[in-house]
């Protein structure tokens, strides 16, 4: 795209500069998003909350290509459409037209339509650069130095994260494994492929992918099931045999997603015809955990197999899907094994002769989904109505589990945000910072993280120099460096927390590495 130099032209690395776009939006009333992939689709929704007419712009003929194929991507397209945003697909911007005043007039097609557009959000992938004639950046010195690059850009490595010269390596978003790059940060630990298996929510609709969903017609035979009035689309993709489940892709229906995920993961022989793991058995069962073996991984973001929960719950004793998760750390990254990981936990509980209550906690005799139910009906607008309906004793003001779950159900049923229910939330939510247990006055602890794991002068003066006082900082007791690029700060009282959080941001760290608050404050 042509460049030019625009007035107001921002980027997105602190909230100060969503602020600046929030104030512009109130002044137009039009925005284009270049980019029709993940970021694309969030960035729009974004657009849209702000009272704006949002038309997405993506150079490819569907959306989210690397998703979803041509079926499934539009499914999702007529369900998007329905939320009054627009699309411009194969023909992408080609050029931003400024007015008199050097801000956004319009946008030029690559056809040469002109469409007026008063605010423009670019929301595209990251590309390595090596293209330039000067020796900018290490992209640069790879291709100068004969390394094997990417016609696109990215430097080639093997599966130990060897460039092309001996002895040399490349971490990071620079690195292509197979074409591919995965973020790799372990050079020297052989890496056989990463895992782009993903549950998403994309603008209020499911949409999920696991393993080789793309596989081509030489390997493989796809199984379909398309539903547009259930607005419900599945595609697995099988081994040619159909013996094994090589990936698949889900748009609506998300059920099975965790169960179809391990089967695939364990390369094991499928245990019943292909045709059964999308429309069911004839009796109606369907696939659970128990067609799992024990060495059939169930957590993929921390690599747990299902013998290891197992054993977890057998030797430690654990009566809760709560402990499995902290003993074994299953179900505590991105959350989408939950399900299996507690069909598993009521299996071995059953197995032990152990009756198994899914209440949310000890405030109720109910679980999360008969509370949900209960809320509906009888039209609960406070966790103290609901404490006095459904609670064991109405008096009571809950715990750390049942709140956070009572605020997710009001925000539910509501359509209200889950931080309108403040009083609910807990406390790394409120405060951004966390309570250390056993810690006098009930210290807190919060994790300022450092973006890409870069440290200045600055940084490093704000973490440790009371400038107010001229004196080192007693805004802290004490503090560690973690290998998540974040760095704790212990012994924090509740109200030092607001000076501590501005003159870290202020400084460029950012919130959301360790809490349960995943945005910059």
Not at 1 to 6: I, L, V
Not at 67 to 81: F, H, T
Not at 167 to 195: C, T
Request: hydrophobic letters at 40%.
């Amino acid at each position: 795209m042509s460049q030019y130099e625009f007035k107001r032209c921002v980027r997105l690395p602190h909230t100060r500069d969503l602020d600046s776009i929030i104030e512009y939006a109130k002044r137009v009333k039009t925005a284009a998003v270049v980019g029709g992939g993940l970021l694309g689709l969030k960035a729009a929704k974004a657009v849209l909350d702000l009272g704006l007419q949002v038309t997405i712009f993506e150079r490819n003929p569907r959306l989210i290509r690397r998703q979803l194929d041509d079926d499934g991507a539009l499914l999702l397209s007529a369900e998007i459409e329905k939320l009054n945003i627009q699309f411009s697909l194969g023909n992408a911007p080609v050029e931003i037209i400024p007015d008199s005043n050097a801000a956004v007039a319009g946008l030029k097609l690559e056809d040469g339509t002109f469409l007026e557009e008063s605010m423009v959000v670019f929301a595209i992938e990251i590309r390595p650069y090596l293209i330039t004639k000067v020796v900018t950046d290490w992209g640069d010195v790879a291709r100068i130095s004969g390394i094997d690059v990417h016609p696109r850009g990215g430097v080639q490595v093997n599966d130990i994260l060897e460039t092309s010269a001996d002895d040399v390596f490349a971490v990071g978003e620079i690195a292509l494994h197979h074409g591919a790059s995965s973020r790799l940060l372990a050079p020297k630990k052989k890496f056989s492929g990463g895992d782009i298996s993903s549950k998403l929510k994309l603008l209020g609709i499911h949409v999920a992918r696991f393993g080789n969903y793309f596989s081509g017609p030489d390997i493989s035979q796809p199984l379909v099931y398309n539903d547009p009035f259930g607005r419900v689309y599945k595609k697995n993709v099988f081994s040619k045999d159909g013996k094994h489940l090589l990936g698949g892709m889900m748009v609506g229906d998300m059920s099975d997603y965790a169960k179809l995920h391990a089967l695939r993961k364990s390369k094991r022989l499928l245990p019943m015809p292909p045709g059964e793991l999308i429309v069911g058995t004839k009796g109606g069962a369907v696939v659970g955990a128990d067609s799992l073996p024990d060495e059939g991984q169930v957590c993929s973001c921390n690599n747990v197999t299902k013998g290891t929960i197992r054993k977890v719950i057998r030797e430690k004793k654990l009566t809760s899907v709560g402990e499995v998760k902290s003993r074994s750390k299953t179900g505590t990254g991105c959350g989408g094994c939950v399900p299996q990981v507690t069909e598993i936990f009521e299996t071995e509980m059953k197995a032990m002769g152990v009756t198994v209550k899914n209440y949310v906690c000890h405030h109720f005799e109910y679980s999360r989904t008969k509370l949900f139910e209960i809320v509906k009906f009888k039209k609960l607008k406070t966790f103290a109505e609901i404490m006095q309906v459904a609670g064991k004793n109405g008096d009571v003001i809950g715990g750390e589990v049942c709140k956070p779950a009572m605020a997710s159900i009001l925000a539910s049923l509501y359509n209200d945000h889950v931080l309108d229910h403040t009083a609910l939330q807990d406390t790394n939510d409120r405060f951004l910072a966390n309570i250390q247990r056993g810690a006098p006055n009930n210290n807190l602890f919060c994790c300022p993280r450092v973006p890409a794991g870069e440290i200045t002068p600055e940084k490093l003066v704000a973490i440790g120099w009371d400038p107010i006082h001229n004196f080192v900082s007693t805004s802290y007791s004490s503090g560690k460096i973690t290998d998540g690029q974040r760095i704790d700060m212990f012994g924090s009282r509740k109200q030092d927390l607001p000076d501590i959080w501005e003159k870290q941001v202020r400084c460029g760290f950012e919130t959301g590495g360790h809490t349960a608050s995943p945005f910059v404050p």
